[in-house]
């Protein structure tokens, strides 16, 4: 079930949490892919991420860089290529989006890391 980002039901809950949550209330998330989303979140709950996320919406003054929008403004990544390898993504690979604009985004693209 989407959540609305692009995501499934439990993908921003705790690890531990998400892991006790049925299979038939997360989506159609393959197995192969449950660890990625396991190690994604814990990285999006991470003081490093967040200071990443500020800094990306700073560098992009506070703007959707797709509209323009100054409302509801969230980091997307446009590639998981660092993040797959090193654990965390580089700023040039994040951009930031308005809500709306984010949410499009991710109905155009995958949710295993493609976009």
């Not at 159609?28 to 991420?49: C, F, G, M, Q, T």
């Not at 290529?81 to 690979?93: F, H, I, R």
């Not at 308005?98 to 890391?113: A, D, K, L, Q």
Request: with cysteine; glycine share 8%.
């Amino acid at each position: 079930m989407d959540n609305g980002y692009g995501h499934r039901i439990g993908m921003n809950l705790p690890p531990e949490i998400f892991m006790k949550i049925p299979k038939t209330m997360t989506g159609a998330i393959p197995d192969e892919h449950l660890d990625w989303w396991v190690r994604y979140n814990a990285y999006l709950k991470s003081p490093e991420w967040k200071a990443q996320h500020d800094r990306v919406i700073a560098r992009d003054d506070h703007k959707c860089t797709r509209c323009g929008s100054d409302k509801r403004l969230q980091a997307h990544h446009t590639s998981y290529e660092t993040y797959n390898e090193k654990g965390q993504a580089l700023d040039e690979e994040i951009i930031t989006l308005c809500f709306r604009c984010h949410r499009g985004e991710h109905r155009r693209s995958s949710v295993y890391g493609t976009g």
